[in-house]
């Protein structure tokens, strides 16, 4: 089955950690991005990518990193740097040039205490 | 003024009634149009894009869209209970450049029996 998957779906880490959430995706898509919510507020983008070995930031880029070293696979790291790291993480990819439709994976529930 | 707004709600519709979701836009050089579900706790899932103006059909949903007046709205018709879920409205902005999407926060839909 094609698809976008996030792993792991809920996650759990100290203050002061680093974390890094997993986003593969087997759709053949150029683009991946990165998106977090927080209860009651709209998607903000973190982090995409259109092609490997190319990202941009996006609205909220502080603290947290990313790689695309190959084209199915998008990290997010989130560092010890980032504030108010709890939230719902999302990742969504599309094809690319002419198709602008972004498709969604799971998510990954991240709480740090 | 935000880029995308959508009126928070809960919007409470009786099943079987049409739910008329609306969404504006302050990008007069936004060119495509985008409509997610998203059910508590999951991720959100496209159920209708369009890019023209007028009026785009898929079984019981039809996006609407008037760039003239920075709308886009979409119409269930014939509610479920199923249907109760958050609708987020994301808009590709001229501005964002590539296939970045702005979303609104989201309209809370309840369809009761």
């Known amino acids: 089955d094609g698809g976008i998957t996030q792993s792991p779906k809920y996650l759990f880490r100290k203050e002061g950690q680093n974390v890094t959430l997993s986003c593969e995706q087997n759709l053949n898509h150029d683009a991946m991005y990165w998106y977090r919510q927080d209860p009651g507020q709209g998607l903000r983008l973190i982090y995409y990518?259109?092609?490997?070995?190319?990202?941009q930031k996006g609205d909220i880029a502080e603290g947290y990193s990313v790689s695309r070293e190959k084209k199915e696979s998008f990290p997010l790291t989130v560092t010890s740097a980032q504030k108010n790291p709890t939230a719902f993480y999302l990742c969504a990819s599309t094809a690319g040039a002419g198709g602008n439709e972004q498709y969604f994976g799971p998510g990954t529930r991240l709480t740090v205490t | 003024q935000k880029e995308v707004e959508q009126n928070s709600g809960p919007l409470s519709v009786p099943e079987g009634a049409i739910a008329s979701l609306n969404c504006t836009y302050s990008d007069r050089g936004s060119q495509s149009f985008f409509w997610y579900r998203q059910y508590s706790g999951k991720s959100p899932e496209l159920i209708m894009f369009i890019y023209s103006n007028g009026d785009k059909e898929d079984g019981r949903f039809t996006a609407q869209l008037n760039k003239a007046s920075q709308y886009v709205s979409l119409l269930i018709r014939d509610s479920q209970p199923s249907d109760s879920a958050t609708y987020l409205c994301?808009?590709?902005?001229?501005?964002?450049?590539?296939?970045?999407?702005?979303f609104g926060t989201g309209t809370q839909l309840k369809v009761e029996l």
């Open positions: 990518s259109q092609i490997v070995n190319d990202f």
């Open positions: 994301a808009v590709n902005t001229a501005a964002g450049g590539g296939n970045k999407l702005t």
